[in-house]
């Protein structure tokens, strides 16, 4: 089955620097790429998605590179803010009809003032 | 809307105690899922259902049962509730059609076993 690494566990930025978070993937059938934002006490809402036909995607600060030939995609945060301080996750899956997330394990993204 | 709602939000139990979960969506989604969530072990998949009367297992079953009673509503059944299911549960839905597989999450149920 897919496996979906996903680096690093935790990141401290200043207020206004950029984050950025990887993530790599097995199984090379997959071509939906989505990052979850949770925030403490909640359950993770979507915040931004790739297909593997588009190798980037913009929206307003936040944007997601994929590289299918070495299965690696990445959430890049610019200008952060204190409210972006959340666990983030990327997830992986085949993407066409029915079928199922593979979560990497999170990183617990720390923006201080 | 309501989206995807979770009953309840907090539970204690005792080992060898049975307890449903509940989760219902309002979107008119096809899939559903329940996730675990551990500290360092991101969210897990235990069951899912991708339409009314179906079930599959996930990486992680042992112990749950399930049930789509109908579109809205999938419950997750431990029979016999062990320490190690202590943990946050998630239930999210889908369209799960081409070009559409945003899930949706509910708020959680945090569930402890002593």
């Known amino acids: 089955g897919e496996n979906v690494e996903q680096h690093p566990s935790t990141l401290s930025v200043q207020e206004g620097d950029s984050a950025v978070i990887k993530c790599t993937y097995s199984?090379?059938?997959?071509?939906?790429f989505p990052w979850y934002k949770q925030e403490l006490g909640k359950g993770p809402q979507l915040i931004i998605d790739?297909?593997?036909?588009?190798g980037e995607k913009k929206d307003q600060r936040i944007a997601v590179t994929l590289n299918k030939t070495a299965k690696h995609f990445s959430l890049h945060i610019t200008e952060t803010q204190p409210e972006d301080s959340a666990v983030y996750f990327c997830?992986?899956?085949?993407?066409?009809?029915?079928?199922?997330?593979?979560f990497g394990k999170g990183t617990m993204l720390l923006v201080s003032p | 809307n309501a989206g995807v709602t979770q009953t309840p939000k907090f539970q204690v139990l005792k080992t060898g105690q049975s307890m449903t979960l509940q989760c219902a969506q309002d979107?008119?989604?096809?899939?559903m899922y329940w996730y675990r969530q551990d500290p360092g072990m991101g969210l897990r998949l235990i069951y899912y259902?991708?339409?009314?009367?179906?079930?599959d297992k996930g990486e992680v079953p042992n112990g749950y049962n399930v049930s789509r009673l109908n579109k809205r509503e999938f419950s997750l059944r431990l029979e016999s509730a062990a320490p190690s299911q202590t943990s946050v549960y998630f239930c999210?839905?889908?369209?799960?059609?081409?070009?559409?597989?945003?899930?949706?999450f509910g708020q959680g149920t945090r569930l402890t076993v002593v």
């Open positions: 979107m008119n989604h096809n899939s």
């Open positions: 997830a992986a899956s085949k993407g066409s009809g029915y079928s199922t997330l593979t």
């Open positions: 259902s991708a339409s009314e009367g179906t079930t």
């Open positions: 999210a839905s889908s369209v799960d059609r081409v070009g559409d597989t945003e899930a949706f």
């Open positions: 790739i297909r593997s036909n588009v």
């Open positions: 199984d090379s059938a997959s071509n939906y």
